[in-house]
């Protein structure tokens, strides 16, 4: 072929002339998603205001939390992080944002969250739900089987779990374990038999059994494809392709490859199927159960309840029981471990804070307020183990990314801005947990004793604002469920075990993609030498008036206004034990001579 000067010189002209007009186009758009749209006065990155490929960008470093809280320190109390969302922090702007009269949806984000066609649209899908009509409904209807109440009805079938799980770990004392993976164990075992009344063993099994890989590569997606929706969106034609059963295996097969890497090094005894499955196997079960009618009447796990309820209200769809039911493992287990792996993790690296836990627990068994596996209720014999865990809750809640939602319409006036309908904002619950408003100067710093020091009007703002748990309406279904296990299996950990970490000293890597999780923190316990009897075994009665689940309660059963944290502050600790009349039998004679000491 033969191609002259001029045929050069034109081409080279016309890509010239397209990167002229290419570059003027574009300088034209920066410019005015930069200064002429209303977000112009809000504060923030450059590259933020002009695409999302920044904040897209910043997902995929798995450090959002860290993100938003240098965020604010530089721009202020709201920061505009990409050309339509902006992210907040003040509690003025918690309380319009999601407060009970707040008329803020959820934004786009969520929609990663769902199933992008899988389904016909008749879905029990919480998290991802914009109709609130029929998310209204849903609630109401399965609301009786995530009650604190029926929690305590359930608690039989947790406490036989955790007997024998902590029996299993005494055995295992010594071996270097990633915390993570063990409070994920702790809490699918917790999960399934609330659920179920029935465990498949993770902990014993000792390896993941493809639900914890699974999950985190789930989450890894949706956190950054959130926010491009068209693209979660787009994989509906994939999903019309593509049968059902196909999908599923499609999407559980990394899991299923990385498990099968695992339990190849264990004995053949050890395997366990995948928890999706299993799951499946038992609302299978259960529902055939159902048709037959074997089911008891007194229910004991949730599976039971939810079919009950189904049964007093067919409202309640078959289907969307067993959705509910696959929310308490897709929902549940993660946050639950985050919340006992971070709890851990601040106990063990504050100095004297274990030691002070133990002795406080130890005093709580031998003046008969704390069972052997502890009662939910019981925490609130253990007041500074409570501000532990409050403290590592605002620290360190699960969800390390804003919780999505949009300006109404109308618009509105927040931090000074102008914020048009429709604008995406968001509180990042890490941001709001470091609040100095509300927790003081030293906010950054895990220092449980903060807790004693509060007024009980301060430590009611507090509880009041956390995200721990969400807010609002779209606040956490399970927080009931999630917080009567921690209730039980915190105390348990440190009354039977001490712990500490593989490598003292080293820093607290996280992993951020929505849920947020230590990353790669070995761990190591040792049984304790002594553990107190306890002087008579008897459960404490339970009452229908309970403390709030967020933090710590302002006031006890009986509705006084006593805060547990304020009564232990005021009698201090080696006080109230000795004020305490102990039954003097022999065994808690024999126990108040011994010394406390990890073996
Ligand atoms: C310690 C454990 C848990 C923590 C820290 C936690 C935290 C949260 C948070 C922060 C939200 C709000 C998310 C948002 O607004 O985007 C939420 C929502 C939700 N949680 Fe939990 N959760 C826990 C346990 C559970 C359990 C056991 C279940 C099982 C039922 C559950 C089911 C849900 C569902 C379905 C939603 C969506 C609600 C909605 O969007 O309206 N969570 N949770």
Known sequence: MYFNNDTFGSSATSLTSLAVVSFVILSLYCFYVRELTPLRNVPGPFFASISPLWLITRQRTFQ????????????????????????????????????????????????????????????????????????????????????????????????????????????????????????NFL????????????????????????????TMRLWGYMHWVGYVPRLHRARKWFNIIV????????????????????????????????????????????????ASENLPTQATDIATRLLQIHAEKPALKPHWVSEMLGTNF?????????????????????????????KEIDEARAAGELSKIPKQTEIESL????????????????????????????????????????TAIGINPWVMGRNKSLF????????????????PEQQKACEANSMFFGVGVRSCPGKHLAQAILNKVLPLLLM???????????????????????????VQWKKRKVVRTMVHETPQETSAETPSQNTISASDRSGRNVNPI?????????????????????????????????A
């Open 187 to 214: 809490a699918s075992d917790c999960l399934q038999v609330a659920t179920f009344g029935e465990s498949k063993g993770l902990l014993e099994a000792g390896v993941d059994d493809g639900s914890i890989e699974l």
């Open 496 to 522: 039977e075990l001490c712990w500490s970490h593989a490598q003292p000293g080293a820093s607290r890597p996280i992993r951020s993609a929505f849920m947020t999780r230590l990353h790669k923190v070995n």
């Open 243 to 290: 049968k059902p059963k196909l999908r599923i295996i499609l999407a559980m097969l990394p899991s299923l490859l990385t498990q099968k890497a695992t339990i190849h090094s264990k004995p053949a005894s050890q395997m366990t199927e995948h928890v999706f499955i299993w799951m499946r196997k038992r609302i299978r079960d259960r529902f055939d159960s159902f």
């Open 64 to 183: 959002r939390p860290w993100v938003d809280l240098d965020l604010h320190k530089k721009y202020g109390p709201i920061v505009r992080v990409s050309p339509n969302e902006v992210i907040v922090s003040s509690t003025k702007s918690r309380h319009v944002i999601y407060g009970p009269t707040s008329k803020f949806p959820k934004g786009d984000w969520y929609i990663a969250t769902g199933s992008a066609g899988w389904g016909d649209g008749d879905e029990l899908d919480f998290l991802s739900e914009l109709d609130m009509d029929k998310y209204r409904l849903q609630r109401r209807l399965v609301g009786p089987a995530y009650t604190d109440n029926f929690m305590r009805q359930i608690e039989g079938n947790l406490d036989k779990i955790l007997e024998r799980n902590i029996d299993i770990m005494i055995q295992r004392a010594g071996r270097i374990e990633d915390i993570d993976h063990v409070a």
């Open 383 to 422: 007041p500074y183990l409570s501000a532990c865990l409050n403290e590592s809750k605002r620290l360190h809640p699960a969800v390390g990314s804003p919780l999505q939602r949009v300006v109404p319409h109308g618009g509105m006036e927040l931090e000074g801005k102008w914020l048009p309908a429709g």
């Open 330 to 358: 897709g929902a549940g287990v993660e946050t639950t471990a985050i919340a006992i792996s971070s709890f851990l993790d601040f106990v063990i690296s504050y100095p004297g804070c274990q030691e002070k836990i133990q």
């Open 566 to 598: 304020r009564r232990h502050l005021t009698e201090s600790l080696p006080e109230a034990t000795k004020n305490r009349s102990l039954p003097q039998t022999e065994a808690s004679l024999k126990d108040a001579d011994e010394p406390i000491v990890c």
């Open 440 to 455: 003081g100067a030293d906010a950054d710093t895990f220092r449980p004793e903060r807790w004693f020091e509060m007024s």
